[in-house]
Nanobody, 114 residues
């Protein structure tokens, strides 16, 4: 199973970005799709997750600003990031769990400049 996660880039404070994650090579539906992020010198953290049933969870600092959703195509997900802040700067990784197996994307850099 391969994960492809286009998106990311440089944006000014208050701006928006949309991350995408798509899997290839699995006939099974993902149980959970999520994004983690890691900023330089900081521990990685779960940003948002969405289950196959549509249940969503968000890290406290992104609640009300980020929205995770699943696409119509199987095993695709999106992370809409609005009102971005400098502290959102990090490498964002898509994470997918399919049954007991876990997969990670290559990561995409999100930089919020002030």
């Amino acid at each position: 199973v391969q994960l492809v996660e286009p998106g990311g880039g440089l944006v000014q404070v208050g701006g928006s970005l949309r991350l995408s994650c798509a899997t290839a090579g699995s006939i099974l539906s993902a149980n959970v799709m999520a994004w983690y992020r890691q900023a330089p010198g900081k521990q990685g953290e779960l940003v948002a997750s969405i289950s196959s049933g549509g249940s969503k969870n968000y890290e406290d600092s992104v609640k009300g600003r980020f929205t995770i959703s699943r696409g119509n195509a199987k095993n695709t997900a999106y992370l809409q990031m609005d009102s971005l802040k400098p502290e959102d700067t990090a490498v964002y990784y898509c994470h997918v769990r399919i049954t007991i197996r876990q997969y990670w994307g290559q990561g995409t850099q999100v930089t919020v400049s002030s």
